[in-house]
């Protein structure tokens, strides 16, 4: 193989017109002529091709050039892992020849060839990008233009191991739908919004005039029992609000107001009741989750990004702060202690007030979760359609193909919005990182149980919820024991695999389930029942403790992130501190955070809660749902539409995790103002 890449190297030194690349690709398309078996359209289809080719000085040899130009190329870099050359796709769709008696038109296939490729330990396969007819679709058409290439350059024919064909937009059921739905929204927000603005306001009162009861009229004859109402309508005239305003259509309508939304998205404004320092704590989570992802989605593509330097990317990855990237899903179990210690908090109150007034009934169980559930679902909701309907016929880049399938959610929707995708996995899911909504809605309907227990006994209720914090931690211990999972996201260095030998995927069985995610929920539920007994600032902890704590709380954290260093650099713990670890390493993970949480919420952070409480970070931490749900579509948009070749370093990784963050915010604060913000006060409106 590397022979090849060498020879084409050379060859491609004079892809700009030279002699020598011209007579090469003239031997190839005359072998092609009679390298055929049948009279298929693609056989024809490439004749003319070659035909075109010979002639200099046709209409069409620009044409033809132009396709060769579209070709993937062999570049510098190969011991490095640059064996991807995916070509372009663009260039190679604007190709047309035209014939008296047909015209050829041109789409970009990638082949992957079935050779493994050894990158720093890592068995990786090629991948080439090819400029052929349209008519050329079959493994075989292909795998004989391929052949015919490796045949006049004297070398070893590689097989076809897999082709990626390009992909007709799909204007489906579905898109119409998501474009429907979404521009009925776009009007409801233009009227709202110009309703807001009092535009219509000489409308409304004219409606409001013409549906003013007229004064009766008195005949003199007789005295009427309103007699007196109607000398005072005469004399006096009556004030009244406007009937158009104080309807619900009007309401509903104004809910939908861009300028009064955006306000709210972007208001620095907290209620004393409120946590300011989650705030801090959410959006440095969701920051840390893109930044975890945005290496990881464009390694795990299918095929692969044009990454430059795949081998020294592995070579960075070993080095101790990549432990920040490799275990950025403890961000997850930040965010599962945030929702179980708010949930707790603000829920507790409630229950206990229905409590003395009388045992809560199935009406208030059932508003318990229903409201829960309206607060996700209609975001949900509409992303998902917006990911299964337009994304996907969304930009045109060198691979057809998307990380995730969207069309799956046209199948798997259902899992998604009743929150039990992460019990109903299926080959295909929809949203694959939605399991974090199914695990915290599943939390949440459990959490009434054991809130219901610490009312009518409190320390029977924290202590329980302190061993279901250790079960869930001790099932996953035992799970690590007996399938041996690969701790952490390091499955791709050498050796690690062959050395664990997992016998499932912990994705599936452990990663997402919820048996296994609990104890962070549970120990945000323990903070909130400290908080619920003594207002918080009542709570008193000594100063020298308190340092301890942090100093202690810190070094857990930083075991928990940088623990695995070595095991990235080959030196293997043995298998039952591995599955101490990936048994108990998010409970450590959750107490320690929790600590510093706690710490912050009773008025013993310093400078860390001040810092984690400012004003600054309540705009973000508001669309930090949103950023949550759509940070994978902006990412793999951009990466699945880009040509150009991405060199892995520790500053280029940096400047793409800016650009992520920047652009995922953005579009949460679009979406909260088409989807999420309306849908809150709609929620409020019918709630009432």
Not at 84 to 112: T, W
Not at 167 to 185: C, R, S, T
Not at 307 to 314: H, I, K, S, V, Y
Not at 635 to 647: G, P, R
Request: hydrophobic share 45%; aromatic share 16%; charged share 15%.
């Amino acid at each position: 193989m590397l022979k090849a890449i060498l020879i084409l190297q050379f060859l491609c030194a004079y892809s700009h017109g030279q002699n020598l690349f011209l007579r090469v690709t003239g031997e190839i398309l005359d072998d092609l002529r009679t390298a055929f078996t049948s009279n298929s359209s693609c056989s024809r289809d490439v004749a003319i091709f070659a035909d075109e080719f010979s002639n200099s000085t046709g209409a069409n040899y620009h044409q033809v050039t132009t396709a060769l130009d579209s070709w993937g190329k062999p570049e510098s870099g190969y011991q490095l892992g640059n064996i991807d050359y995916l070509g372009n796709p663009g260039e190679c769709r604007s190709v047309a020849i035209q014939r008296p008696e047909r015209k050829v038109l041109f789409h970009h296939v990638i082949v992957q060839f079935d050779r493994e490729i050894d990158v720093r330990g890592v068995d990786m396969r090629s991948h080439l990008g090819v400029c052929v007819p349209t008519s050329c679709l079959a493994r075989d058409d292909i795998e004989t233009v391929t052949n015919a290439t490796f045949d006049r350059l004297h070398m070893e024919r590689i097989p076809i191991n897999r082709l990626y064909r390009p992909k007709d937009n799909e204007f489906d059921f579905v898109f119409y739908l998501g474009v429907i739905v979404f521009a009925l929204i776009a009007i409801l927000i233009l009227i709202g919004s110009l309703l807001d603005y009092g535009v219509f306001n000489s409308i409304i009162k004219k409606i409001d005039q013409r549906e003013e009861v007229e004064p009766v009229k008195y005949s003199g004859e007789g005295t009427p029992e309103n007699a007196h109402e109607i000398e005072l309508s005469h004399d006096i005239p009556r004030k009244q609000g406007s009937k158009v305003k104080e309807s619900k259509v009007y309401k509903i309508v104004l809910t939908f107001s861009a300028r009064t939304n955006s306000r709210n998205l972007l208001s620095a404004k907290s209620s004393p009741e409120s946590i300011d320092c989650l705030n801090g704590i959410r959006v440095l989570s969701m920051a840390w989750i893109i930044y975890g992802h945005t290496p990881f989605f464009f390694i795990t593509q299918d095929p692969p990004i044009n990454l430059a330097n795949f081998g020294e990317t592995l070579e960075e990855g070993r080095n101790w702060y990549s432990m920040l990237l490799f275990n950025a899903t403890f961000s997850v179990d930040s965010f599962f202690l945030l929702s179980g210690l708010l949930a707790t908090h603000l829920s507790l109150p409630v229950i206990e007030r229905v409590y003395r007034s009388g045992r809560p009934g199935c009406k208030f169980w059932t508003k318990f979760a229903l409201m829960r559930y309206l607060r996700l679902t209609p975001a949900l909701a509409l992303v998902m359609l917006f990911y299964a309907g337009i994304f996907p016929v969304l930009g045109n880049g060198p691979s057809p193909e998307w990380r995730t399938d969207p069309r799956a959610c046209q199948w798997g929707w259902f899992k998604s919005l009743l929150y039990i995708r992460n019990l109903l996995y299926a080959e295909y899911s929809c949203m694959g990182w939605d399991w974090y909504l199914s695990n915290d809605y599943q939390f949440y309907l459990f959490s009434p149980f054991l809130m219901c227990l610490f009312l009518k006994h409190r320390k029977a209720g924290a202590v329980v919820t302190l061993l279901l914090a250790v079960l869930s931690a001790l099932i996953t211990f035992t799970l690590a024991i007996v399938f041996t999972p690969v701790p952490s996201d390091l499955w791709f260095f050498e050796g690690t695999v062959e050395h664990y030998d997992p016998k499932i995927d912990a994705y599936v069985w452990i990663y997402t389930k919820p048996w296994c995610r609990f104890s962070p929920f549970a120990v945000g539920m323990l903070i909130a029942f400290s908080l619920f007994v003594k207002p918080r600032r009542q709570h008193r902890v000594n100063r020298v403790l308190n340092v301890v704590f942090w100093v202690i709380s810190i070094a857990v954290m930083c075991a928990v992130i940088f623990g695995l260093t070595g095991l990235a650099n080959g030196r293997f713990p043995i298998r039952l501190m591995s599955a101490v670890y990936v048994g108990f390493s998010r409970l450590a993970w959750s107490v320690a955070l929790g600590w510093v949480t706690y710490s912050c919420v009773i008025g013993y952070g310093g400078i860390v809660n001040t810092w984690l409480a400012w004003s600054a970070w309540i705009p973000l931490a508001r669309m930090t749902y949103l950023a949550y749900l759509i940070h994978p579509i902006i990412m793999e948009y951009l990466y699945k539409t880009t040509i150009w070749k991405f060199y892995f370093t520790q500053q280029s990784l940096l400047q793409l995790f800016i650009s992520n963050f920047v652009l995922s915010y953005f579009f949460a604060f679009v979406f909260g103002l088409f989807v999420e913000s309306p849908f809150i006060r709609l929620v409020k409106i019918f709630s009432k």
